[in-house]
Each structure stands twice: as C-alpha cells, then as structure tokens.
C-alpha cells in the first residue's frame, strides 16, 4: 500500500535542527504499517535533510560549523540575488541532500537508538519548510 501526504516543519533559524518527533507527530499514518519504507523529501533547495546522531545538541552545532567551513558565506559566489547565505545554502542542500529513505517495522521509523532527523536549515530566515512524505509496505 502507498501513501503520500505533504506536511509543514516550523520556520527556524540557521542550524541544524532535530525535527523527527515533528514530523512523526504530522505522519502518524505510520504506525499503519507493519513493514515498509518511509521516503521524506524537503521540498527547497537552501535547506537539507540528515539523519545523525540525536542525544547531544552539540552535534547538532558542530554540524552547523563544519558545513560553514566546507560552504563559507564569504567564497565570490556569482548568486547573490536574495543575500551571502542564499549560494551558500544551495551548495550545502546539493551537499548533505533533500532525502531521506528510513525503513518502517511494525509502526514505527526503524532508525538506530542514536539516531534522528534533522533539518539543516541553510539560510539565516528560511521560513517554514514543506516535506513530502511517502509510505509504502505492508499494512498491519
């Protein structure tokens, strides 16, 4: 069985952002599933989507820097129409990428103990983000 719906994550500053409860909260047609694949594309190309590790925040900030160091605002990009953090964030979305494919068993996300999702959100105001969000398996 399939099924797609297209949910909203909360607008946040720049950072990296755990988000999974979020969007298991807005998706609980999950727990329908017995076995299965859930596909979660952001649809933006200045914000990304990474599943990494979800116990210390400080991953989440040491993340955000090593990717201001890999993509710095400060490179002569040519696209500067909307702002310095507009190339670098699509450079960075290009990089860390838009989806994710994370196995379903028996209703839930079958992630690693240590494991979230989290949203990158490359630009300093990216507003609120829309994912997409498909399910196909076996329904319980």
């Given amino acids: 069985m399939w099924y797609q719906k297209q949910i909203r994550l909360n607008a946040r500053n720049r950072g990296c952002h755990l988000v999974h409860r979020e969007i298991v909260n807005q998706v609980p047609e ?3 599933y017995k076995v299965g694949m859930a596909n979660i594309f952001l649809q933006h190309t200045s914000a990304s989507l990474m599943l990494n590790e979800n116990a210390d925040p400080d991953v989440r900030k040491d993340m955000d820097m090593g990717l201001d160091k890999i ?3 400060t490179f002569p990009y ?3 129409d909307e702002g ?4 670098p964030g699509h450079l960075k979305s290009g990089i860390v990428g838009v ?4 196995p379903i068993t028996n209703g839930e ?11 990158c959100e490359h630009r300093n ?11 196909q398996g076996e329904k319980k």
């Fill in 109 to 119: 996300l079958n992630t690693g103990t240590w494991q979230g999702i989290y949203l």
């Fill in 84 to 87: 310095p953090d507009d190339m």
């Fill in 30 to 32: 999950i727990k329908n």
């Fill in 71 to 73: 993509v710095p605002e």
């Fill in 78 to 80: 040519i696209h500067t």
């Fill in 125 to 135: 105001y990216g507003g609120s983000r829309k994912v997409v969000v498909t399910l």
């Fill in 99 to 102: 989806s994710l494919n994370i």
